[in-house]
C-alpha cells in the first residue's frame, strides 16, 4: 500500500503542474482574444492555446478522480485518453512552433487601426511608441510624409533638443518581434506541458499496476 499511496502523491503533484500550466495557456489564449481585434488566423492561434489547456484539464480532472478512487477500469481509460490527447497537442504545437512568424505578423495587425487613428488624432501611437520605445508605423518618415514631425515621444528621453535622440525603429516590426518573443515563451510552454503529461502517463501506469496488485492480494 505505501507504493501505492507514494504513487498516488506524485501522481497528484503531476496533474496540478499540468494543471497550472493548462490554466497559463488558456489565459494567454483568452487575453489575446479580449485584448486584441483579431484576423482568422490569429484567431485560430489564441483558440489552439485554450484549446490545448481545456483538452489538458478535462482529462487531469478524469486522471484525478482515477487514482483517488483507486479504479484500474478508470485509470486504463484515463491513460488511452490521454495518449490521444498528446498526439493532438504535440500536432498543434508543432504546427504553432513552425507557424510562430506568422502568427506574430498576424497578431501585429491590431496596431494598423492604431496608425490610422493616429493620423485623425494624434497621441494614438503614444502608447506603443512609450512601450517598444519606437516610432511611427514603419519608421518616423511615416510622420514626414504625413506631413508631421516625430512627436515627443519617438524621441530617447522624450528629448527632442537633440536630432540624435531620433529613434529610427518602427513600431511595427517592434510589435511583431514583442509578439514572436511571446509566442516561443508559451509554445515552449507548451511543449514542457506535453513532456510532464508523458511523465504523468509513465506514472499512471505504474500506479495502475499498483493497484491492480493492492486488488489481487485483497482476495487472499
Same mark, same amino acid.
Given at each position: 500500500?505505501a507504493? $501505492?499511496?507514494?504513487?498516488k ?7 496540478i ?14 487575453y489575446?482574444l479580449?485584448?486584441y481585434d483579431?484576423n482568422e488566423?490569429?484567431?485560430?492561434t489564441?483558440?489552439a492555446y485554450?484549446?490545448?489547456?481545456a ?5 487531469f480532472?478524469w486522471?484525478?478522480?482515477a487514482?483517488?478512487r483507486?479504479h ?18 504535440a500536432v498543434?504545437?508543432?504546427?504553432l512552433?513552425h507557424?510562430?512568424? $506568422?502568427?506574430a505578423?498576424n ?5 494598423e487601426a $492604431?496608425w ?7 497621441g494614438?501611437m ?9 516610432c511611427?508605423?514603419g519608421?518616423p ?6 506631413e508631421r ?5 519617438c ?5 527632442k533638443s537633440?536630432p ?12 511583431e518581434?514583442?509578439?514572436e518573443?511571446l509566442l ?13 503529461e508523458?511523465?504523468?502517463s509513465?506514472?499512471s501506469?505504474g500506479?495502475c ?7 489481487r492480494r485483497?482476495?487472499y
Amino acid at each position: 500500500m505505501a507504493s $501505492t499511496s507514494g504513487l498516488k502523491i506524485f501522481a497528484y503533484a503531476l496533474h496540478i503542474i499540468c494543471t497550472l500550466l493548462a490554466l497559463v495557456l488558456i489565459s494567454f489564449g483568452a487575453y489575446v482574444l479580449m485584448s486584441y481585434d483579431v484576423n482568422e488566423i490569429a484567431l485560430w492561434t489564441a483558440s489552439a492555446y485554450i484549446g490545448i489547456g481545456a483538452a489538458a484539464i478535462l482529462i487531469f480532472l478524469w486522471g484525478y478522480l482515477a487514482a483517488w478512487r483507486e479504479h484500474v477500469c478508470c485509470t486504463v481509460t484515463f491513460l488511452s485518453l490521454l495518449y490521444l490527447i498528446i498526439i493532438a497537442q504535440a500536432v498543434v504545437l508543432f504546427v504553432l512552433t513552425h507557424r510562430e512568424n $506568422t502568427a506574430a505578423s498576424n497578431l501585429a495587425n491590431s496596431l494598423e487601426a $492604431t496608425w490610422e487613428q493616429e493620423l485623425d488624432s494624434p497621441g494614438a501611437m503614444s502608447l506603443y511608441e512609450n512601450w517598444f520605445q519606437c516610432c511611427g508605423r514603419g519608421s518616423p518618415q511615416d510622420y514626414i510624409v504625413n506631413e508631421r514631425l516625430p512627436p515627443q515621444t519617438c524621441f530617447l528621453n522624450h528629448d527632442k533638443s537633440n536630432p540624435d535622440n531620433l529613434i529610427h525603429t518602427g513600431c511595427r516590426l517592434a510589435f511583431e518581434n514583442y509578439w514572436e518573443h511571446l509566442l516561443m515563451i508559451f509554445n515552449i510552454l507548451g511543449w514542457v506541458l506535453v513532456a510532464v503529461e508523458l511523465l504523468l502517463s509513465i506514472v499512471s501506469c505504474g500506479l495502475c499496476n499498483s493497484i491492480r496488485n493492492d486488488h489481487r492480494r485483497s482476495y487472499y
